[in-house]
């Protein structure tokens, strides 16, 4: 069974930085490209960032580009994001996806909550 | 503002069909699959089409997708009140090199 388990949301000042994880199971990590996708409360998923296979391409959402940080350890099936210079807009749902060949997000988790506010 | 366009809401009786339309551009829609996506309130969004018309396993074939040029249309024969949810579509965007949600669909069973 795919699982996908993020970690790392919370309440932050605006300004400071946040680094949300991803544990994977149940599939072979290294063969997916894996997304984070987020949403605030009361609007649609807008997606985040993503990163190839083998770590070579990332690509990232134009509000954000400077800002995040994605990475991935294969050796551990653990997915990343590191957040800087946080913003109140940036307050949302944050999901860890599994992303298939077509772009399409097949499995999702259950979300971790990050606030920036002071 | 996404660049995906989606009417805000349709709706019809238990049994009847429903379409929701995705409008896009020669960037997006044009260029790449089309997947769909279910969001119950509370809940993640739920991949129900990709690769234009493509169903994971597990979802029933009361729900087909189809692309044409720059548009996209998500239909769902048989409607049932578990139906009831926000309906979103999504692809990769060439020209902005993101991927793109919809502007979100609310079915609603009468």
């Known amino acids: 069974e795919v699982q996908l388990v993020e970690s790392g949301g919370g309440l932050v000042q605006p300004g400071g930085s946040l680094r949300l994880s991803c544990a994977a199971s149940g599939f072979t990590f290294s063969n997916y490209w894996m997304s984070w996708v987020r949403q605030a409360p009361g609007k649609g998923p807008e997606w985040v960032a993503n990163?190839?296979?083998?770590?070579?391409?990332?690509y990232f959402v134009e509000s954000m580009k400077g800002r995040l940080t994605i990475s991935r350890d294969d050796a551990k099936n653990s997915l990343y994001l590191q957040m800087d210079s946080l913003r109140a807009e940036d307050t949302a749902m944050y999901y860890c996806?599994?992303?298939?060949?077509?772009?399409?997000?097949?499995?999702w988790g259950q979300g971790t909550l990050v606030t920036v506010s002071s | 503002q996404s660049v995906l366009t989606q009417p805000p809401s349709v709706s019809a009786a238990p049994g009847q069909k429903v379409t929701i339309s995705c409008s896009g551009s020669s960037s997006n829609i044009g260029s790449n699959f089309v997947a769909w996506y279910q969001q119950l309130p509370g809940t993640a969004p739920k991949l129900h089409i990709h690769?234009?018309?493509k169903r994971p396993s597990g979802i029933p074939d009361r729900f087909s997708g189809s692309k044409s040029g720059t548009s996209a249309t998500l239909g769902i024969t048989g409607l049932q009140t578990g139906d009831e949810a926000e309906y979103y579509c999504?692809?990769?965007?060439?020209?902005?090199?993101?991927?793109?949600f919809g502007t979100g669909t609310k079915v609603t069973v009468l």
């Open positions: 690769e234009n018309h």
């Open positions: 990163i190839k296979e083998d770590g070579s391409e990332k």
């Open positions: 996806v599994r992303t298939l060949q077509d772009s399409a997000h097949d499995y």
């Open positions: 999504g692809t990769w965007d060439n020209r902005l090199s993101a991927y793109v």
